[in-house]
């Protein structure tokens, strides 16, 4: 676990993050080229913090040499599941992970939190079944539903740390 100042300092620079998230258009249009109408469909629906997450993760693997395209699709979209959760339902979640269950069942108190940790809380599950209503191969499909926790040992891994980078 890392130190408490380092801990709050990745939350800051992620709340941030999620506050002034872009995607260029020309980003987007660049998805063209290696992803399928369906898949784009998936991250148009995503909020623009997940796709830039989404992107970041993306140039992350390509980093790491990663070409496999069902790979770098896993990292565009793993978080779609999260769909549009605003900012404090996700800094409750976090909160929660640091400090306990405790934090998500007062927050779950708050209007429209409830639906939203339980979206956060089952978003890899939620990202796959997408994934594989979207026609993803199975590898995508898998990688997106254990990346907290890969089966797959080399692009499973790889994409979990290209996650917890951005």
């Not at 998936?42 to 390509?62: K, Y």
Request: charge should be neutral.
């Amino acid at each position: 676990m890392p130190s408490h100042a380092s801990w709050w300092g990745n939350r800051a620079r992620q709340f941030r993050a999620h506050l002034y998230a872009s995607v260029r258009p020309q980003e987007r249009q660049d998805l063209a080229a290696w992803t399928t109408p369906q898949q784009q469909v998936i991250f148009d629906a995503m909020h623009v913090a997940d796709q830039r997450h989404g992107l970041d993760v993306v140039t992350s693997l390509r980093a790491r040499d990663v070409t496999e395209v069902d790979v770098l699709v896993a990292g565009l979209i793993h978080d779609a599941g999260k769909g549009r959760t605003g900012v404090w339902p996700r800094v409750a979640w976090t909160l929660g992970e640091r400090f306990g269950s405790w934090v998500w069942r007062i927050a779950a108190l708050l209007p429209g939190f409830r639906a939203a940790l339980a979206r956060l809380g089952d978003h890899a599950g939620i990202s796959a079944d997408m994934a594989a209503a979207a026609g993803c191969s199975a590898l995508t499909v898998d990688l997106i539903r254990h990346q907290a926790s890969p089966l797959d040992r080399q692009y499973g891994e790889l994409l979990r740390l290209a996650d917890e980078a951005n």
